[in-house]
């Protein structure tokens, strides 16, 4: 096979019409190209703009892939893929679901691995924050440049020899939006390219709108080869030992080792539109935010609200609400990501970045979240959750919608049974990963290029004792000491165990690019964009009493906080001010039709427990941030110990 690519590629760059058309000739008719000498097997290089092809010539150079396969996001090449990882024995069909299929991962890739995951600058403390004298670090990882390419060299070298290259050109945020950012992904998984189709927008839609000025996020992914060469699942193949998450923000560069799960290696995700992408964002002067965003209506009147939860603590559920208080919508734009910026006009915009859900299974049901159920069952992979003998799915909280003659198999693949398994049948962090456009109430202006316009901003957590239902942030620098000082229960998102509470500023913690001392600067420098800043509020949902049982009924009651939220964003005399911040006034939280509700108990303020709070929220300061913090949020934990005193 003559190696024409070369001479193609300055042909076609001479004449985008040409490049176009014979990018149509050529797509699926297996004319074979080389690249580096490998033979494309799939796409045609000439989409390719001459940055990219050097960038993927690089990468061919390093990881000696046995063919290349350049990703046009076309339904022949996804079903093409489906068909080999069913070969492969990665996914099966799920008969009873239209074009849904269940990959099982090898046991020891589950989750992400925040240990396993570094920033990479010349200097650390342009990464992470200087910790107290031995204290350890928990605001991220720092690695050296020299260290990184020792570890890239050791690790990708010859990395996918008997190997396809698969190379996605990627678009986060609607294709061709001011607000969205390009990325092209290298990866020797197919399974990662059916997810990254669903996740992100993939192929011709792309390629076509880039030349050679557009700037893209360079994105290098190999599930890995364990050093002694023996795979212990080859459907499944992994290197948890040497597993390695690299992010370089200055090269707008990842790479990522070993992995072949969720955030680990689905690359638009945490590590480019949280990591990198905070790190764009902190340069260009916008947000890049873990956060779900919603479109509320009451009464006709329509508005935006951005919520920061920590991992599995109920995004997706509030994303995809169903109001139990007639008169009121909600309408999903994302569930995860936000990236925001002050328009012309000073108004706060959003996008969500993404293109599909990637959401925990165990919990999501027809009581706790009906939307998503009637989301999930077409064009989707399950991963990691239990198989039912009809070929359907099974997970924790599925109970009443799979009847008992039903034989579950667990996620490991052993039979199951609902009385006397010990073992839950889904991993706790099993995922399914839908296309967006399928939520029946997918905002109309999802794919808007220009954004929402954001209102209100929500942090949040599980917090059993002491944080009320809602609080409301006094002013703008309240409100950033509010999203930093936020903690929450541990999930099963990550490697943490045990329920601890954990420090989790703004929701962020595993997933920001730059020193978190810097971070807060960046928000606090949010006042002098604009005189129209958004409301700032703390929801906590999961206050128990003393019975250990939950205070509020949550899910769709929750839109009963979302109406008082409401009123103040339509600046109604409903609050009342308390040392920790706003709170509803008696009776303005709506409460019609719900019984046995103790008011009183959801919103106690404990003077003793506020004490504790701020003194453990000032230690994590010092020990944690040192001198990197701002004065600003010194001052805030002095303001709050003042009033909490006065208590
Ligand atoms: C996620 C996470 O997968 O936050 O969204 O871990
Ligand atoms: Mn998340």
Redesign the pocket.
């Known amino acids: 096979m003559p190696d024409i690519a070369e001479k193609d590629s300055e042909i076609s760059y001479a004449s985008e019409a040409g490049r176009f058309s014979k990018h149509l000739k050529q797509s699926h008719f297996g004319l074979f190209h080389h690249l580096r000498g490998i033979s494309v097997v799939h796409g045609d290089i000439n989409v390719l703009t001459p940055k990219v092809r050097s960038y993927v010539e690089d990468k061919i150079d390093l990881c000696q892939p046995e063919k290349i396969h350049i990703c046009d996001g076309t339904d022949y090449e996804n079903s093409s893929l489906l068909t080999l990882l069913q070969k492969e024995g990665t996914i099966k069909a799920l008969p009873k679901y239209e074009n849904c299929w269940l990959a099982r991962t090898n046991p020891a890739d589950t989750?992400?691995v925040e240990s396993k995951t570094f920033i990479c600058t010349e200097k650390k403390s342009e990464a992470i924050p200087t910790p107290s004298e031995g204290v350890k670090g928990s605001l991220g990882n720092w690695m050296s440049p020299s260290d990184m390419n020792k570890a890239v060299k050791e690790r990708f070298t010859g990395c996918m020899k008997n190997r396809t290259m698969y190379v996605i050109p990627f678009s986060m945020g609607p294709v061709g939006s001011p607000l969205s950012k390009i990325g092209i992904q290298l990866t020797d998984s197919a399974y990662v390219v059916a997810s990254m189709r669903i996740m992100t927008r993939i192929g011709q839609a792309v390629t076509k709108i880039m030349n050679n000025e557009t700037e893209f996020v360079k994105c290098l992914h190999s599930v890995g080869t364990p050093a002694d060469g023996k795979m212990e699942m080859p459907s499944w193949p992994c290197d948890p030992e040497r597993t390695l998450i690299l992010h370089k923000p200055q090269a707008n560069e990842i790479v990522s080792y070993g992995s072949g799960y969720?955030?680990n290696s689905l690359l638009g995700?945490?590590c480019f539109a949280l990591r990198i992408g905070s790190t764009i964002a902190k340069r260009e002067g916008w947000l890049a935010e873990?956060m779900l965003i919603l479109g509320i209506t009451k009464n006709g009147k329509k508005r935006y609200i951005a919520a920061a939860f920590?991992?599995?603590c109920g995004?997706t559920n509030l994303a995809m609400m169903t109001p139990t208080l007639p008169g009121y919508k909600v309408e999903c734009v994302g569930?995860?990501?936000a990236w925001m910026r002050f328009d012309e006009n000073g108004q706060l915009r959003a996008i969500n970045p993404e293109h599909g859900f990637?959401?925990?299974a165990p919990g999501t049901s027809n009581s706790s979240n009906p939307i998503a159920m009637s989301t999930v069952f077409k064009n989707t992979i399950f991963t990691n959750v239990a198989e039912t003998s009809d070929g359907g799915v099974y997970w924790e909280g599925m109970e009443n919608e799979v009847d008992e003659s039903v034989k579950i198999t667990d996620w490991l693949g052993k039979p199951w049974d609902r009385k006397t398994s010990k073992t839950p049948a889904a991993h706790p962090?099993s995922?399914f990963c839908t296309p967006a456009s399928q939520c029946p109430i997918i905002d109309p202006q999802w794919e808007s290029p220009e954004g929402v316009p954001i209102s209100a901003i929500l942090f949040g957590g599980r917090r059993p004792v002491g944080v009320p239902l809602i609080h409301e942030a006094k002013n703008w620098k309240h409100a950033v000491f509010m999203g930093a000082s936020l903690r929450s229960e541990a999930?099963a998102?990550?490697e943490h165990k045990g329920k601890v509470i954990m420090h989790d500023p703004f929701?962020m913690r595993?997933?920001f690019g730059y020193n978190f001392g810097q971070y807060l600067q960046h928000w606090l420098s949010m006042e002098t964009r604009t005189s129209n800043l958004p409301k700032v509020f703390l929801v906590n949902w999961f206050r128990k009493g003393g019975d250990g049982k939950f205070l509020w009924p949550g899910f769709g009651e929750n839109c009963r906080v979302l109406d008082w939220i409401l009123k103040r964003l339509d600046n109604e005399d409903c609050a009342l001010k308390t040392p920790i911040g706003l709170i509803p006034k008696k009776e303005s939280l709506n409460l019609e039709g719900l019984k046995d509700i103790d008011i009183d108990a959801l919103f106690k303020l404990d003077a003793e427990f506020w004490k504790q709070e701020i003194n453990a929220v000032e230690k994590y300061f010092e020990e944690q941030v040192g001198k990197d913090l701002p004065s600003e949020m010194k001052e805030q934990c002095e303001i709050l110990k003042k009033e909490i005193d006065s208590m």
Request: aromatic share 8%; net charge positive; hydrophobic share 35%.
């Open positions: 989750a992400r969720g955030g995700k945490k873990h920590p991992s599995a995004k569930d995860d990501i990637f959401g925990v962090n995922r999930t998102a990550a929701a595993p997933f």
